[in-house]
């Protein structure tokens, strides 16, 4: 087989552990997951609604052009339908651009400790990569500007930044912006914004508006509670998804996500309540770390990084055999920390409990 070369040493995505693979390997009962920064609080009941009572053709393929979502998300950004472009997800989104604009000979810029998708999809693409550490959680924008040149094809910022949950304020943002040459495209991932809180935080839909090079990406799969479903969209100049637009797969957003994200954006206090419970649900994150001591990134997302000082993997291994799923660290770039989804009242408190419970073990055994 003729493959890439860069595939034969390229390790798949790793999604974190199912709930009934954990139940069967430890013989639980209960497991909550905390891992995947899904909304705890499950979806809209107008978006349940549609589900359930949904009537669709199943033989027939999807809307290619997602008409009716395409007329409902405009309509609830106040933007051009036509600066809308739609995936399977962001994922999918973030893996169009990279196969339109990413090739040997060309590079892209990115920070070290972000989403790995970004680099994922560019090793795919034989481009060259560039890194740039983060600085204390957050992205180091002027080392970003420095790396880029002549060869540079994508920037990609992700705010709040997956893992850490650090955002770029306004006032950082749109000082990049203007020093990004025209002809680079910067990406934004915005998968968590609608958990921000930061009153410095910049409103991405201005910075669209006057910057052509810039496309900002958002999905349905977090606060909307539809991960599932996998519907993602991306924001940008009508130039920009008039060119990028053929590289998107035919039907590739399904007929059931389409119907379910038209109710669920009509349900904004429902969005709403998701947002005012998590930030009640980091603070009680934060009070254990400060009790205990613990590093920790304040977040503007649904999930905290905590460290703990010693490997991730002992922590998530801890924690799971007690029926709770989150995240190490360790693949993440973050080898003593792991990341734990905000979850409901209950779910923390279970979650901090075991915690507690493992800090202690550890106190005994020093």
Known sequence: ????????????????????????????????????????????????????????????Y?????????????????????QLIFGDGSDELIQIISRALLHPGVNTVMASGTFSQYKHNAIIEGCEIREIPLVDGAHDLDNMIKAIDAHTSVVWLCSPNNPTGVYINNQEITTFLSKVPKDVLVVLDEAYYEYAEAEDYYDALTLVNEYDNLIVLRTFSKIYGLASLRVGYGIAHTDIIKVLDPARPPFNVNALGQAAVIAAIEDQDFVDWCKQANIVGKQQFYQFCEEHQLSYYPSQGNFILIDFGCDGNEVFQFLMERGFIVRSGVPLGFPTYVRVTVGSKEQNEGVIGRMKEFLATKAALS
């Open 1 to 60: 087989m003729k493959w890439k070369q860069q595939l034969l040493s390229l390790k798949p995505y790793q999604p974190g552990r199912t709930i009934d693979e954990v139940k069967k390997q430890f013989e639980l009962d209960e497991i909550v997951k905390l891992a995947s920064n899904e909304n705890p609080f499950g979806c809209s009941p107008k978006a349940t609604a549609i589900i359930k009572d949904y009537s669709g053709l199943y033989a027939l």
């Open 62 to 82: 999807p809307d290619g052009y997602a008409t009716k979502l395409r007329e409902a998300v405009s309509a609830h950004l106040n933007v051009d339908p036509k």
